[in-house]
């Protein structure tokens, strides 16, 4: 199996309690986006501030065609004199009340990473997700996303973790991560917290990676009502 989509991750400003509107708002573009831009969201996300930055929200996107879907939305946007979609100006004024701004990164996926649409008709859902942003020796990230298919995958799966995506940023030197897995409860979450120190496979995971891995940083996110990957909280 190969996955040859080019991915969008945007890191998105909230501007005070405005979280829940915006995750409505961004969702309800899904529509828009897949029929006018090829563009299918994965999921969109609550930052737990606890565990890093907030208020912030997360967007996941696939671009459906890959570079060549890239090339034509930029196209779309810039080629004009105001570099701006006309047709988004109403939806971009509405955003602005919710978000001051944020952060992107266009990634190519690991080999065995799913589609967007596998994710969805499969109802993958998760009370939270884990997300991890891996910082690598330049040069390594395609490698470790092998790493990631070849053994980290069955990890998750023995803590009942499901891989959503693992993600090489494409405009830094093969030196960044992102990888982010479903977890069925909170409590899945914390068994993992109180046992990956000890558990030996875990370790030994640890010690693979030893000389490409300079550091990492992770965070939870809660699936926001509205997103196509759900959030299975009662």
């Not at 006018?36 to 994965?42: H, I, N």
């Not at 997300?131 to 990230?141: D, F, N, R, S, Y």
């Not at 979450?189 to 030996?200: G, L, Q, T, V």
């Amino acid at each position: 199996m190969t996955n040859e989509c080019v991915y969008l991750h945007e890191t998105i400003d909230i501007v005070g309690q405005g979280r829940a509107a915006y995750n409505e708002h961004m969702c309800a573009y899904i529509p828009t986006a897949i029929q006018e831009r090829r563009l299918q969201m994965v999921g969109n996300f609550s930052t737990v501030g606890t565990t890093d930055r907030w208020p912030e929200s997360i967007n996941l996107w696939e671009f459906l065609d890959g570079w060549d879907g890239v090339a034509r939305n930029f196209a779309h946007e810039f080629n004009n004199a105001v570099h701006q979609d006309k047709n988004l100006v109403p939806w971009w004024t509405e955003a602005l009340k919710h978000r001051s701004g944020g952060l992107d990164r266009l990634m190519l996926a690991s080999a065995q990473t799913p589609r967007a649409e596998q994710l969805h008709s499969r109802g993958v859902t998760g009370e939270c997700y884990y997300h991890e942003i891996v910082q690598l020796k330049p040069g390594t990230a395609t490698r470790y996303l092998e790493m990631i298919d070849e053994q980290r995958t069955e990890i998750g799966a023995s803590y009942d973790w499901l891989l959503i995506g693992a993600y090489r940023h494409a405009f830094v030197n093969d030196s960044e991560a992102i990888v982010v897995w479903a977890v069925p409860t909170w409590q899945h979450w914390a068994e993992w917290e109180h046992k990956r120190s000890s558990d030996p496979v875990m370790r030994r995971w640890l010690d693979s990676t030893e000389g490409i891995v300079i550091d990492w940083r992770s965070k939870l996110l809660a699936a926001s009502a509205q997103s196509p990957l759900g959030n299975s909280a009662p």
